[in-house]
């Protein structure tokens, strides 16, 4: 890096001062907050506690430690903003200058102080959320204007906020808002937060207080105000939950100012449910009645369903309940308002699956998590027909779908029967659902699918076998659902073929999205089959992905496409560039067994989003060709791709590229320029690359600094690699080449300065003085160390004449050590006329000498130094520090020859990263280990011939 004259001024007065900013490029760059655009979102990092909600971008997530300086890295344009501080204090008017924020988050466990009008210049702001503390409650000083100015607020969550030292006319400046979350406030009965309600708060509808350690419900006045319980402001709330409230004593009339709430979430722990009606509450849309899982509340069915037909309820839940019987006689007393049941973790006595004909009306029946073996529903109800639209079975015990099981549920359109232990689907066993629309077979240990297994499900949309080990998949399979839109099946085993045509018989037309495990291996045929209508996203997963139809209109629907494999081939060629439509691209493979050229990834011009993961670019991949042509990609991902190196030629074609991640285990390195030729890049994100610790790099740290349009992220969490050692790339940056050339740079230019100064006062006052006393100091050392100097020069010179120890040193890297001792030795200093003397580090090297001693003495003891060089030799330090040597060497003495042998192909394009060895092959002839066997006699004996100088053109 260089340094300008008016840089040395700035860094002489820098350290003038005390070096009091020799920091100044670390926290530059070390960034406080990210900026992500919604399309762009995915593959931005995540940061804790931070929800994004679609539409509402661009996000951004901050980590400061300032309020006033760290935001001003914030945008004007910023609509939704997430903070993750140690803040202590959120003053009046923090966030005026950023007046188009519409979503605010605050995570702060270390606040203590909100002031008036902390959140004032917000006047499109819709969604606060403050999270104290995510475990207890804790009081902090929050002014009783902290969120005046918020009067288009339409929801505030609060979490970890102890409300009883907080003033109670602190929501009054929140006229708009909608929905009201409360969590962990320490309250002990609900009417507390109801004091906390203004009138002006008219438009309230939704109000949730969440595990706060509420256990009573009671009517009183309201401390401080001249209002009374019950607030007028409740009256309008629709959707009161209160989950995580062991709620024991409900007071009498106590809810009466709630007539018409449309769902009511509670989690009761009273000794009856008669305090519930008598609490004055009026009628419930949708009543959930929670127990706890260590003890759950007990109650008689009748009871509850006494409870919604009083209620007038169209949807109960219970879960954590234990009761004692479940029938239609009792469901029949649920009223005929109750049109839908979810029953999770109940614990039944008696349960007669004929229950449900208690109630004709009923449309939605969820029954998950239960322990149910078996699902009789349609056994001896004497013909009876539900009006079921939905019914859950999930989380159950369940083992078979006997024939008709579902025959008496004509209406049914949802069944989800995820996660049981289903082995069989026996014949007929969804005969009559001609409705069924969406249908969940998932994480079971269905092993066989048949033709007859979904034939009549002919309305069928969604269709989920996935997590199920299949072993034989039947022709015609899915042949009748030609109104299939999602599909997932596998994982298959031992289904070594899988004709696509024939199981769909053609190809769903519909089709949006389809999902094959295939476990280790498949080989596809998809026949003759038409085109679908619309476009799809595929999801292949397997070791051995083989394609025997490459060339197909199914193919060109694709948009989207995720494959975790290692083989993803078409007639053994890569199966990619066979999907011309692509827009993205996701690409999982296990490198270590991949042997296949990634490059035709190039051919999918309409690539938007790359995605590669673990693919091998080293020995198979023209790595400067994958990313040619791609003009319309916007986000590109590299996870362990072994790559070496990432330059502007391979990056040229990307000229729409917006966000690029880098993630690797190996040494990666970016060539300077490597980012001028992305125009529109607006994110550059490092998970992981270890540098150099060379100031080499540092136009990284110059670009990162100086770049206003793009967020260089992360930075400041990579290592460079220093003597085998990782250490913080910033922080060792800085010191090598920030701080010292500053130092170097303030004495420089005060050295000159001194010695401008005393030679003018010199020559002003003592130019004559000056030359006497020089002329006697010269004379003086000629006769004190002339003679010596001569002798020494004389014994030097009859030195270098005589025979050097060795004819040629060298230099390999340690792979390479069996074939120089097996092949280069033997025939060079056993073999042929002259025999040869060759210098061998792991032979020859004085045991108990340092290393460098070593190296040097032998170089300078041998002819000539002969290099071996492999991709292995460039990475090796210790090869690097002996050509290092040997250059220099032969800088010193023309004599000295410095011979280069190739032993593997490496292209320029390679090369062009060490720069010392490419100068040297520019200028210099070198030899190549010839991969023909016949021609390896004429390269030992040229090699001879040019190490004993008798063959003067090699070299």
Same mark, same amino acid.
């Given at each position: 890096?260089?340094?300008?004259?008016?840089?040395?001024?700035?860094?002489?007065?820098?350290?003038?001062?005390?070096?009091?900013?020799?920091?100044?490029?670390?926290?530059?760059?070390?960034?406080?907050?990210?900026?992500?655009?919604?399309?762009?979102?995915?593959?931005?990092?995540?940061?804790?506690?931070?929800?994004?909600?679609?539409?509402?971008?661009?996000?951004?997530?901050?980590?400061?430690?300032?309020?006033?300086?760290?935001?001003?890295?914030?945008?004007?344009?910023?609509?939704?903003?997430?903070?993750?501080?140690?803040?202590?204090?959120?003053?009046?008017?923090?966030?005026?200058?950023?007046?188009?924020?519409?979503?605010?988050?605050?995570?702060?466990?270390?606040?203590?102080?909100?002031?008036?009008?902390?959140?004032?210049?917000?006047?499109?702001? =819709?969604?606060?959320?403050?999270?104290?503390?995510?475990?207890?409650?804790?009081?902090?000083?929050?002014?009783?204007?902290?969120?005046?100015?918020?009067?288009?607020?339409?929801?505030?969550?609060?979490?970890?906020?102890?409300?009883?030292?907080?003033?109670?006319?602190?929501?009054?400046?929140?006229?708009?808002?909608?929905?009201?979350?409360?969590?962990?406030?320490?309250?002990?009965?609900?009417?507390?937060?109801?004091?906390?309600?203004?009138?002006?708060?008219?438009?309230?509808?939704?109000?949730?207080?969440?595990?706060?350690?509420?256990?009573?419900?009671?009517?009183? &006045?309201?401390?401080?105000?001249? =209002? %009374?319980?019950?607030?007028?402001?409740?009256?309008?709330?629709?959707?009161?939950?209160?989950?995580?409230?062991?709620?024991?004593?409900?007071?009498?009339?106590?809810?009466?100012?709630?007539?018409?709430?449309?769902?009511?979430?509670?989690?009761?722990?009273?000794?009856?449910?008669?305090?519930?009606?008598?609490?004055?509450?009026?009628?419930?849309?949708?009543?959930?009645?929670?127990?706890?899982?260590?003890?759950?509340?007990?109650?008689?069915?009748?009871? #509850?369903?006494?409870?919604?037909?009083?209620?007038?309820?169209?949807?109960?839940?219970?879960?954590?309940?234990?009761?004692?019987?479940?029938?239609?006689?009792?469901?029949?007393?649920?009223?005929? *308002?109750?049109?839908?049941?979810?029953?999770?973790?109940?614990?039944?006595?008696?349960?007669?699956?004929?229950?449900?004909?208690?109630?004709? +009306?009923?449309?939605?029946?969820?029954?998950?998590?239960? =322990?149910?073996?078996?699902?009789?529903?349609?056994?001896?109800?004497?013909?009876?027909?539900?009006?079921?639209?939905?019914?859950?079975?999930?989380?159950?015990?369940?083992?078979?779908?006997?024939?008709?099981?579902?025959?008496?549920?004509?209406?049914?359109?949802?069944?989800?029967?995820?996660?049981?232990?289903?082995?069989?689907?026996?014949?007929?066993?969804?005969?009559?659902?001609?409705?069924?629309?969406?249908?969940?077979?998932?994480?079971?240990?269905?092993?066989?699918?048949?033709?007859?297994?979904?034939?009549?499900?002919?309305?069928?949309?969604?269709?989920?076998?996935?997590?199920?080990?299949? &072993?034989?998949?039947?022709?015609?399979?899915?042949?009748?659902?030609?109104?299939?839109?999602?599909?997932?099946?596998?994982?298959?085993?031992?289904? @070594?073929?899988?004709?696509?045509?024939?199981?769909?018989? +053609?190809?769903?037309?519909?089709?949006?999205?389809?999902?094959?495990?295939?476990?280790?291996?498949?080989?596809?045929? #998809?026949?003759?089959?038409?085109?679908?209508?619309?476009?799809?996203?595929?999801?292949?997963?397997?070791?051995?992905?083989?394609?025997?139809?490459?060339?197909?209109?199914?193919?060109?629907?694709?948009?989207?496409?995720?494959?975790?494999?290692?083989?993803?081939?078409?007639?053994?060629?890569?199966?990619?560039?066979?999907?011309?439509?692509?827009?993205?691209? &996701?690409?999982?493979?296990?490198?270590?067994?991949?042997?296949?050229?990634?490059?035709?990834?190039?051919?999918?011009?309409?690539?938007?989003?790359?995605?590669?993961?673990?693919?091998?670019?080293?020995?198979?991949?023209?790595?400067?060709?994958?990313?040619?042509?791609? %003009?319309?990609?916007?986000?590109?991902?590299?996870?362990?791709?072994?790559?070496?190196?990432?330059?502007?030629?391979?990056?040229?074609?990307?000229?729409?590229?917006?966000?690029?991640?880098?993630?690797?285990?190996?040494?990666?390195?970016?060539?300077?320029?490597?980012?001028?030729?992305?125009?529109?890049? *607006?994110?550059?994100?490092?998970?992981?690359?270890?540098?150099?610790?060379?100031?080499?790099?540092?136009?990284?740290?110059?670009?990162? &600094?100086?770049?206003?349009?793009?967020?260089?992220?992360?930075?400041?969490?990579?290592?460079?690699?220093?003597?085998?050692?990782?250490?913080?790339?910033?922080?060792?940056?800085?010191?090598?080449?920030?701080?010292? #050339?500053? @130092?170097?740079?303030?004495?420089?230019?005060?050295?000159?300065?001194?010695?401008?100064?005393?030679?003018?006062?010199?020559?002003?006052?003592?130019?004559?003085?000056?030359?006497?006393?020089?002329?006697?100091?010269? +004379?003086?050392?000629?006769?004190?160390?002339?003679?010596?100097?001569?002798?020494?020069?004389?014994?030097?010179?009859?030195?270098?004449?005589?025979?050097?120890?060795?004819?040629?040193?060298?230099?390999?890297?340690?792979?390479?050590?069996?074939?120089?001792?097996?092949?280069?030795?033997?025939?060079?200093?056993?073999? +042929?006329?002259?025999?040869?003397?060759?210098?061998?580090?792991?032979?020859?090297?004085?045991?108990?000498?340092?290393?460098?001693?070593?190296?040097?003495?032998?170089?300078?003891?041998?002819?000539?130094?002969?290099? #071996?060089?492999?991709?292995?030799?460039?990475?090796?330090?210790?090869?690097?520090?002996?050509?290092?040597?040997?250059?220099?060497?032969?800088?010193?003495?023309?004599?000295?020859?410095?011979?280069?042998?190739?032993?593997?192909?490496?292209?320029?394009?390679?090369?062009?990263?060490?720069?010392?060895?490419?100068?040297?092959?520019?200028?210099?002839?070198?030899?190549?280990?010839?991969?023909?066997?016949?021609?390896?006699?004429?390269?030992?004996?040229?090699?001879?011939?040019?190490?004993?100088?008798?063959?003067?053109?090699?070299?």
């Amino acid at each position: 890096m260089g340094v300008t004259d008016s840089n040395c001024l700035s860094f002489w007065w820098r350290f003038a001062l005390g070096l009091s900013l020799s920091n100044v490029v670390f926290t530059l760059i070390t960034k406080h907050c990210i900026t992500s655009e919604e399309h762009l979102l995915r593959d931005m990092p995540r940061t804790p506690y931070c929800n994004h909600r679609p539409g509402r971008g661009p996000y951004t997530d901050c980590n400061i430690k300032d309020l006033r300086t760290d935001l001003s890295e914030v945008g004007l344009e910023v609509r939704s903003l997430c903070i993750f501080s140690d803040i202590a204090s959120i003053p009046a008017n923090a966030f005026s200058h950023l007046p188009s924020l519409e979503v605010l988050q605050i995570v702060g466990e270390s606040l203590e102080n909100v002031q008036s009008g902390a959140f004032s210049g917000l006047p499109n702001l =819709k969604y606060l959320r403050l999270l104290i503390s995510d475990q207890i409650c804790r009081s902090i000083a929050m002014e009783s204007l902290a969120f005046a100015g918020l009067t288009n607020l339409e929801e505030l969550t609060l979490e970890g906020l102890n409300l009883a030292n907080v003033s109670i006319n602190i929501f009054d400046p929140l006229v708009s808002v909608i929905k009201l979350d409360i969590t962990r406030t320490c309250s002990l009965d609900l009417s507390d937060i109801f004091c906390y309600l203004p009138v002006g708060m008219s438009h309230l509808k939704d109000l949730n207080v969440i595990d706060s350690g509420i256990s009573t419900v009671e009517t009183k &006045e309201c401390p401080g105000v001249s =209002k %009374t319980w019950p607030v007028p402001v409740l009256s309008g709330i629709r959707n009161l939950y209160l989950i995580g409230n062991s709620i024991k004593i409900i007071q009498a009339n106590s809810l009466v100012v709630f007539q018409n709430l449309s769902s009511l979430f509670l989690e009761f722990a009273g000794e009856s449910l008669v305090s519930i009606w008598e609490s004055g509450i009026g009628m419930v849309g949708e009543l959930s009645l929670t127990g706890t899982p260590v003890k759950k509340y007990s109650t008689n069915f009748k009871d #509850l369903c006494h409870l919604a037909s009083n209620l007038h309820l169209r949807s109960l839940s219970l879960v954590f309940i234990s009761t004692d019987r479940l029938s239609a006689k009792h469901l029949k007393d649920c009223g005929t *308002t109750l049109t839908k049941l979810f029953i999770s973790r109940l614990e039944v006595d008696y349960l007669d699956f004929s229950f449900w004909t208690g109630n004709t +009306g009923m449309q939605v029946l969820h029954m998950t998590h239960m =322990k149910l073996t078996e699902a009789p529903f349609c056994v001896a109800v004497n013909g009876s027909v539900s009006s079921l639209t939905s019914l859950d079975l999930t989380g159950n015990s369940i083992t078979y779908i006997a024939g008709d099981q579902f025959a008496c549920m004509p209406l049914l359109e949802e069944l989800f029967l995820s996660k049981n232990t289903i082995k069989t689907l026996q014949l007929n066993a969804f005969r009559g659902l001609h409705h069924l629309k969406i249908l969940k077979l998932d994480s079971n240990k269905i092993s066989q699918l048949t033709a007859k297994d979904f034939r009549t499900l002919q309305a069928l949309e969604v269709l989920l076998i996935d997590d199920n080990i299949i &072993e034989t998949i039947e022709d015609g399979t899915f042949r009748d659902q030609r109104e299939l839109r999602e599909l997932s099946f596998g994982r298959l085993e031992y289904v @070594y073929e899988l004709h696509l045509n024939k199981i769909f018989n +053609g190809f769903p037309s519909k089709i949006q999205r389809l999902s094959i495990d295939a476990n280790y291996g498949t080989t596809f045929f #998809l026949g003759s089959t038409p085109q679908p209508e619309g476009t799809f996203i595929l999801e292949l997963s397997g070791d051995r992905l083989d394609f025997v139809d490459c060339n197909t209109t199914v193919f060109t629907a694709v948009r989207e496409l995720k494959v975790n494999c290692t083989f993803f081939i078409c007639k053994n060629d890569f199966m990619a560039p066979y999907f011309p439509n692509l827009e993205s691209f &996701e690409f999982l493979v296990e490198s270590e067994r991949a042997s296949l050229s990634y490059t035709k990834i190039n051919t999918l011009h309409r690539l938007k989003h790359l995605k590669l993961i673990d693919l091998n670019f080293l020995n198979y991949t023209e790595a400067g060709s994958v990313f040619r042509n791609l %003009t319309q990609l916007q986000t590109l991902v590299l996870v362990n791709c072994h790559l070496s190196f990432l330059t502007e030629c391979m990056f040229k074609d990307l000229t729409s590229l917006q966000l690029l991640r880098l993630y690797s285990d190996s040494p990666l390195v970016l060539i300077d320029g490597v980012f001028e030729v992305l125009p529109a890049l *607006t994110a550059f994100v490092l998970d992981r690359v270890d540098f150099q610790c060379s100031c080499e790099n540092g136009w990284i740290l110059d670009w990162a &600094e100086s770049t206003e349009k793009v967020q260089v992220i992360y930075l400041q969490k990579q290592k460079c690699v220093w003597h085998y050692k990782k250490l913080n790339f910033l922080a060792t940056m800085e010191k090598l080449c920030q701080t010292d #050339l500053q @130092y170097i740079c303030y004495v420089a230019t005060a050295g000159s300065v001194c010695l401008l100064l005393s030679a003018a006062v010199g020559y002003r006052f003592a130019r004559w003085p000056s030359i006497v006393l020089f002329f006697r100091l010269r +004379g003086w050392v000629e006769r004190r160390f002339g003679r010596q100097w001569h002798m020494r020069r004389r014994r030097r010179r009859v030195e270098e004449n005589q025979e050097m120890q060795y004819d040629a040193f060298v230099s390999f890297c340690s792979r390479d050590e069996a074939w120089v001792l097996g092949n280069m030795a033997p025939r060079l200093e056993e073999q +042929g006329n002259p025999r040869l003397r060759l210098c061998l580090h792991n032979r020859d090297f004085e045991v108990g000498k340092d290393i460098m001693d070593n190296i040097t003495e032998s170089i300078y003891s041998s002819q000539c130094t002969v290099c #071996l060089i492999s991709r292995l030799y460039l990475r090796s330090d210790w090869c690097s520090l002996e050509m290092r040597v040997a250059t220099h060497r032969q800088l010193e003495e023309e004599k000295h020859r410095l011979i280069l042998i190739f032993l593997e192909h490496i292209s320029p394009f390679e090369l062009s990263a060490f720069h010392r060895l490419a100068r040297l092959v520019r200028s210099r002839t070198y030899l190549d280990w010839p991969e023909d066997e016949a021609d390896r006699v004429h390269f030992w004996d040229r090699l001879r011939r040019n190490i004993a100088e008798e063959d003067t053109d090699a070299s």
